[in-house]
Structures are given as C-alpha cells and as structure tokens.
DNA sequence: TAGGTAATTGTTATATTATTACATCAGAAA
DNA sequence: TTTCTGATGTAATAATATAACAATTACCTA
C-alpha cells in the first residue's frame, strides 16, 4: 500500500485524488482509534484543506464551507480547526496564519515545512538531522521542548526548475 | 568589551541596563553605516521593547508609546516594527504574533528562538549544527530558502530549575 | 426505552491583529 | 525656492480569532 509520505505533491502529475483519499482515509482510521468523533463538519473542512497542497487561511475555508453548511460560522471553522491540530491531522502554518493537510499524521507529526512563495505549497518533511540537532541544540541550553514550528520559507524545487 | 550574544537574560542576576544599552548602541552605530535613520519613534519603539526578554505584542506597544506620543496610532506601531524587523534589529515571533529584540543583529539574524511557557522570554541561540542540518535538508530537497522561521515552545533550564 | 451526561454545534457579539489610502510635514538636493 | 524623498498623521476598515451561552445530538446505562 502506498502511505502518504511517499507521494510528492510538488510533481506536477501526482495523482492528488490517491492524496486526498489516503488522508481522508488514515484521518478516518486514526479518529476511530482514538474513539474521537470525525463529524461531518469536520470531515468536511478536512476535505477543503485537501483540496489542494496550499495553506489555506480559516476564512477562506469558511466561505467554501458556507455552500455545505448554511449555518457555518467563524466559531464552526476554528472549532474544526482545533480538533484536526489536536488529533494531528493538519498543520497550522504559524507563519502565514494558515493551515495545511498534514501526510505524516499516523507517524511522527511534528516535521519541518518547506514553503514556497511561488506556488504557495507546502512540503513536509520529517528532517531527522534537523530534529536531532534541535534536541542536542535544546538539551546544551537546559530547554524542555513541548512544541515545535519550523518554517522555511523559499522556492521549491519544481517551480525553481520552471 | 562585552557583545550582545554573551550576556544571558535567563539568569535572573543579569544586568539588564547593560543588554538595553548595547541592544540602543548597535542599533544606532548599524543605522549610522547604513545610512538609515532610527528615528525618535523607532527609538522609543525599539526600548519598549527591550524593556524585557519577552516577546510584547503590537497593540500592547502602542498602549506603552501613546504617553510618549500622543498621536500614536496602529500604522504608527506597525511603521516602526517594520522598519525594525528589515533592520535585523528585532523578531517578529511567528507563533505568538509578538516582537522581541534581537541580541545579534550585528551578525547572522535568522536565529533559533526558545520561547519558554512560564516566564514568556525568548533567548535566541545561532545553533550551528540546526542550521546546517537544515541547508542539506533544503539542498535535498531542491528547495532555495529566502528565510526561516524556527520556533520552540517549552520550559527554559531558569524556569525548571526553579 | 427513558433519562442523564458529555460532546458538538448554533448564535451573537466582540476582541485582537494588521493594512490601506491619502494627507501632511521635515529635511536634503537641485 | 522648488522639488523630491522619507517619515509621520489620520481615518477607516480588513483580516484573524475568541468568548459566552443556548440548543442539539450522541451515547451510556438503569
């Protein structure tokens, strides 16, 4: 079975159906596991982020959550926001105030974002150099680490070769 | 003479006078070389905002400027901070949407900033290894950083120990 | 199946963070 | 003096996020 992490979003021709499926899927999965609800709004705002490999930011969301759910409001949208943090099955973009479908979320969540300004997508990636730098880098300086966001901001390497 | 990046303001002993005065000083002498002006606004910006090692947020500055300027307004803050972040003179703390000084902005800014829970200071630490963990990731994975953004979230060794 | 309880959603209001646009002013350069 | 540039004044509003309380739904168990 293919598991998300090995897609690459960047390539042009993924097929993004097999991406959107396997996180909905996995976040299905992950949701009955853990005896959590993945209700309809928020399988519905699961969907929207999916719809592509971009942040997208929470009101944006709201106004396309707005065809499926008359009632939808900026508390529904924050609210589903929240629970997909909690149960790790998106990213919040701290620096773009936004927020990402995350391909990594039956593994270890927290990874570095790779973030282009060209076409706005956003790859993660698990960085274990990096992780083990960062622990060694905390551990020296008496840190004890709850959270992490690590955000590069660049181009990527499909709209580099453009 | 003593440089900003020895000095560490986890130690509760630490002088602060001294970290305000050499955070003013390079600050002026690096706006004097690049022929950019610090001016009174910026000025009273920038020591607002060393008042602390905690990241304060732009609405809590503008309440602090208004007895020094009485027209101050949020483009009035806004201005300031912008001008402060280009100049490598302070951080803009993604995830907490707030502004710290910046102890080396005479040498390499991007730094990795270790945000702590309890007392809410930032410390800063240039974390060679991280840094160059994260230029082979990037150069794996074809992806050109223009900046990042490095922040961790916990309980600094002054606090823990405490 | 009825009743209790916790989780979820509806609804309104408001707080917080940030930008835009245009007017005015101050200082340096022509 | 005129002109240009950068900085600031001012008003309005956009964008992001939360709080508080009511209503509803899902689920357990007696």
Redesign the pocket.
Request: proline share 3%.
């Given at each position: 079975m293919t598991s998300l992490t090995e897609l690459n979003q960047y390539s042009s021709e993924h097929n993004h159906n097999q991406c959107v499926s396997l996180a909905l899927g996995t976040a299905q999965q992950l949701c009955n596991q853990r005896?959590?609800?993945l209700?309809?709004?928020?399988h519905q705002v699961l969907t929207l982020i999916w719809e592509s490999h971009k942040a997208v930011?929470?009101?944006?969301l709201l106004d396309r959550l707005r065809p499926l759910?008359?009632?939808?409001?900026?508390?529904?949208?924050?609210?589903?926001?929240?629970?997909l943090i909690e149960q790790g099955l998106i990213h919040?973009v701290?620096s773009?105030?936004?927020?990402v479908g995350c391909r990594c979320s039956d593994q270890q969540h927290e990874q570095l974002l790779l973030i282009c300004k060209l076409c706005e997508q956003v790859d993660e990636r698990p960085a274990a150099e990096v992780m083990s730098a960062l622990l060694e880098e905390s551990k020296q300086a008496g840190f004890m680490i709850h959270s992490k966001a690590i955000e590069i901001h660049g181009i990527c390497s499909d709209c580099s070769t453009k």
């Open positions: 005896g959590v609800l209700t309809t709004i928020r930011k929470a009101y944006e759910q008359a009632t939808a409001k900026p508390a529904t949208i924050y609210r589903a926001l929240d629970f919040r701290e773009l105030n936004a927020f």
